[in-house]
């Protein structure tokens, strides 16, 4: 898909632009699961244009010191 697909696409799911000279990263934060959810792709630049792009990976961050929920999936919490 283009970037621009790509960045519609994750605005409907719920994330963020993670935003700077160009970006190659999208966010979204699941709260009650205390975790950032960082989609990453082939990247866009300024000036930004379609360009083709592929999704790389995904990365998962927890917002806490620690105290994550063990029961998380008995919770939906996914």
Known sequence: ????????????AGYDRADGGGFDACRKE??????????YFTG???SEEGIP????HMQFTQLNDGAF???WESKGLY
């Open 1 to 12: 898909m283009t970037t621009f697909k790509q960045r519609t696409a994750a605005k409907k």
């Open 30 to 39: 699941f709260r009650s699961a205390q975790i950032w959810a960082d989609l």
């Open 44 to 46: 866009s630049y300024v």
């Open 53 to 56: 792009a592929a999704i790389k």
């Open 69 to 71: 929920d063990e029961d």
